[in-house]
């Protein structure tokens, strides 16, 4: 079936450091990808997504990039911000189904 | 903007006794899901429906029922809460403009049973 894999949290940072969250996937077919971010006590709000191959998708300086050739969709930001201290999720979809599958999260602390 | 508005958001019970979380968004969208949450295992899907009276299965459905007779509601129930159950519940909804959809998700509801 299919699958998410994404790098063994926690992660710990300083302000302005870079940023990288592997993902990688397993599935048929050419499925969409999505990151998704929960901050303390909330609920999952989408982040960005690609839905084709080589697509990059991006907000609030974050991006990521859909590479079919590795199976890939690393999160990254060139400079965090203790606000983005949060829980960063992977997932993907699969043609018009609206069922997620996610990865296990990566829990990232932004210190001042 | 109400989007999806899950209740209640925080929720103890004994085992064995039964409950409903609620669910119900604004959005006019006609898929609708529940997830629950575990440290280290992501979101793994529960139940699904894709319009109102169609239901089905998603990952993890054993000890959830689920209904659909309203567009705008899909309350889980749980039958005879079990320690298994503790987790955090997430619904979610999307619309079917097809791939790479948007869903969308609901604050959660933390369910402790003791």
């Known amino acids: 079936g299919d699958s998410v894999t994404q790098m063994e949290g926690p992660v710990t940072l300083s302000e302005e450091a870079f940023l990288t969250i592997n993902c990688t996937y397993t599935?048929?077919?050419?499925?969409?990808l999505f990151w998704y971010v929960q901050y303390p006590g909330e609920g999952l709000q989408l982040l960005l997504k690609?839905?084709?191959?080589?697509d990059k998708g991006s907000n609030k300086g974050f991006e990521a990039t859909y590479r079919k050739e590795t199976t890939s969709f690393h999160l990254e930001k060139g400079s965090v911000q203790v606000s983005d201290s949060a829980v960063y999720f992977c997932?993907?979809?699969?043609?018009?189904?609206?069922?997620?599958?996610f990865g296990s999260g990566t829990q990232l602390t932004v210190l001042p | 903007n109400a989007g999806v508005t899950q209740t209640p958001k925080f929720q103890v019970l004994k085992t064995g006794q039964s409950m409903t979380l609620q669910c119900a968004q604004d959005m006019n969208h006609e898929y609708m899901s529940w997830y629950r949450q575990d440290p280290g295992m992501g979101l793994r899907l529960i139940h699904y429906?894709?319009?109102?009276?169609?239901?089905d299965q998603g990952e993890v459905p054993n000890g959830y029922n689920v209904s659909r007779s309203t567009t705008e509601d899909f309350p889980l129930r749980l039958l005879s809460a079990a320690p298994s159950q503790t987790s955090v519940y997430f619904c979610a909804s999307s619309d079917n403009r097809g791939s790479g959809n948007t869903i969308y998700f609901g604050e959660g509801s933390w369910l402790t049973v003791v």
């Open positions: 690609a839905t084709k191959a080589d």
């Open positions: 997932a993907l979809s699969k043609g018009s189904a609206r069922q997620l599958t």
């Open positions: 599935a048929t077919g050419y499925p969409s």
């Open positions: 429906s894709v319009g109102a009276g169609i239901t």
